[in-house]
């Protein structure tokens, strides 16, 4: 069996109850600063990872160079993975429109509502899972979108060999400064591609610091004045954008977290037992390492009240906690 650098990644969170040290996580963390140099390097950031959904607002300006005419809250929606909530099906419904299209044309795999009432409430209806439910009808609706403006076929925009598919390796290989590893498949069905955490963080602050009249200027301003439509209500990477003035960010499945500060600087997490229990610890201790905090009290209060989520029960009853472990200084 191949080796993968991911099993020599060090522990980077304690999962902690009554004291006891229970549980550990092993993990990466790359943060990069504003021109894109290395702040944070911990565990192999140069191996390749699948960002997963966290590649969503790259992918969305690769949409917009197609010349999809995506903007507000629906080109939020397009990064998302959203829950699920009747305004994300309506906008979802209001992307298709625009381009002529039906509902029949989204290719991702069919699912309930993500969040947790909505899915609840789709059960005791009896209703089916759909391709508009699952948390990337936002993203599918924008690819289609693409497709249409810029004329291409939209029964096959999943394939990797369709233009807009190899449109987005480009953005991504740009943006990140890196090539293309691997590409795989998604969960949702289109192509989910692999580079570095390190490279991850970099295309982010790129992306928080691009001229607002760019692509990707554009997608950045779309995710901090639309948070709710990038997750959805309660949802961390919500609460996150809408708590850290300019920041934007992107969760991903397999406990990926990438954010990145108005000012350019960048992060990326990846926990690499796939768990989300130390994702957002994780991730708002290297946001404190970039001096997120120095945006003010409030800031700091919403790192905390984002940190107590990760909560360890006793009977029911908070008995500890999931701590990530100290980052390290500078790195050359």
Not at 42 to 54: D, F, K, Y
Not at 101 to 120: F, G, H, K, V, W
Request: proline share 7%.
């Amino acid at each position: 069996m191949q080796h993968s650098p991911l099993a020599d990644a060090p522990v980077v969170a304690h999962v902690v109850r009554s004291g006891f040290v229970e549980s550990v996580h092993h993990g990466i963390v790359a943060a990069t600063g504003p021109t894109g140099e290395r702040v944070v390097s911990v565990g192999p950031v140069e191996a390749p990872i699948l960002p997963r959904s966290s590649l969503k607002p790259l992918q969305a300006v690769a949409m917009l160079r197609a010349g999809a005419d995506l903007s507000g809250e629906l080109l939020a929606l397009a990064c998302a993975s959203h829950s699920g909530e009747p305004f994300h099906l309506e906008g979802s419904r209001r992307i298709l429109a625009a381009a002529g299209l039906e509902e029949s044309a989204l290719q991702n795999t069919p699912d309930r509502p993500l969040d947790e009432i909505e899915r609840t409430r789709w059960v005791a209806e009896g209703r089916a899972p759909t391709s508009l439910a699952q948390n990337c009808s936002g993203k599918h609706s924008g690819m289609l979108a693409a497709c249409v403006a810029a004329g291409w076929d939209t029964a096959s925009y999943r394939e990797r060999d369709h233009p807009l598919q190899r449109l987005t390796v480009e953005v991504v290989e740009e943006l990140t400064g890196e090539q293309v590893s691997a590409v795989t498949v998604d969960g949702c069905g289109a192509p989910a591609l692999a580079v570095s955490a390190l490279g991850l963080a970099r295309a982010f602050g790129r992306l928080a610091a691009a001229d607002p009249a760019t692509p990707e200027g554009r997608v950045a301003d779309a995710l901090r004045a639309h948070p709710e439509w990038v997750g959805g209500t309660g949802r961390d990477v919500t609460d996150l954008m809408r708590g850290v003035p300019g920041a934007i960010a992107k969760d991903g499945a397999e406990s990926v977290y990438a954010v990145a500060l108005a000012d350019g600087s960048g992060v990326a997490v990846k926990v690499t037992d796939g768990s989300d229990r130390a994702r957002v610890a994780l991730t708002t201790a290297a946001l404190r390492r970039l001096g997120a905090t120095d945006l003010g009290a409030e800031v700091a209060g919403v790192l905390d009240a984002l940190d107590s989520r990760a909560v360890v029960r006793g009977h029911g009853e908070p008995v500890g906690h999931v701590r990530a472990l100290p980052l390290p200084g500078p790195t050359p």
